[in-house]
């Protein structure tokens, strides 16, 4: 970043402009605290193949544990790592407009909670070029939804926050679906 005169100026201004931004969002709105910007809603649906131990289609694959136990999404310390598609509805075969790649670690030495960490990586639609950076704990059982924070992004989502609400609403053998709604807005 160059120091220069213009660029701080033109920072302040942004700030006073954002200021006033806010201050009528704030003045419309009524209920505050509020989000300083507009909230985007976004539902994207995860196609997950699990690993059956023969299947070469898996999009996740548990890659360590506790030596000794059996790897799995029961067993406190199992470290998966996952490459799904993003599509733009439930089901599999609907357009694909990206991948959420990351890591699901079981995180709870009941066995029951997951630790996730994920980035959307758009490649089609509006948000094309973009990533999403998405992290929190939640049960990967069938229509429990859990709730994850938005931890910034690049392009669209270029200092994002907010909330993504994952679901899991169908298993059939190894496929799965979760629906993601994502709720966010810029800080500022
Ligand atoms: C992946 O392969 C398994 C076993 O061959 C099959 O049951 C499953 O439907 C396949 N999943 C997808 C999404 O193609
Ligand atoms: C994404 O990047 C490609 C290549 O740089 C560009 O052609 C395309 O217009 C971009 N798409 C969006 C939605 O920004
Ligand atoms: C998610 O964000 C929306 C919009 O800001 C908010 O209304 C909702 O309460 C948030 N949900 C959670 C679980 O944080």
């Keep these: 970043m160059s120091g220069s005169k213009s660029l701080a100026f033109v920072s302040k201004a942004l700030l006073v402009l954002s200021i ?3 201050a009528s969002v704030a003045a419309t709105s009524g209920n505050c605290p509020c989000s300083p910007n507009p909230t985007t809603v976004i539902e994207l649906y995860i196609q997950t193949v699990a690993y059956t131990g023969i299947n070469t289609n898996y999009t996740i694959y548990a890659v360590a544990g506790i030596q000794g136990t059996n790897f799995g999404n029961g067993q406190f310390g199992t470290v998966s790592v996952f ?6 509805a439930a089901s599999p075969t609907s357009t694909s407009i990206g991948r959420s790649r990351g890591i699901y670690a079981v995180a709870d030495l009941n066995g029951g909670t997951l630790f996730i960490t994920s980035t959307f990586q758009f490649t089609g639609g509006q948000y094309a070029n973009s990533s999403l950076n998405i992290k929190g704990i939640g049960s990967a059982l069938l229509n429990v939804p ?13 200092d994002a926050k907010g909330n993504v609400t994952l679901v899991a609403i169908s298993n059939s053998g190894p496929n799965s679906v979760a629906r993601a709604t994502i709720n966010t807005y810029k800080a500022i």
């Design 20 to 22: 006033i931004v806010h």
């Design 83 to 88: 490459d799904d598609p993003v599509t733009i």
């Design 146 to 158: 859990m709730h994850l924070s938005i931890d910034g992004g690049t392009n669209f989502f270029n």
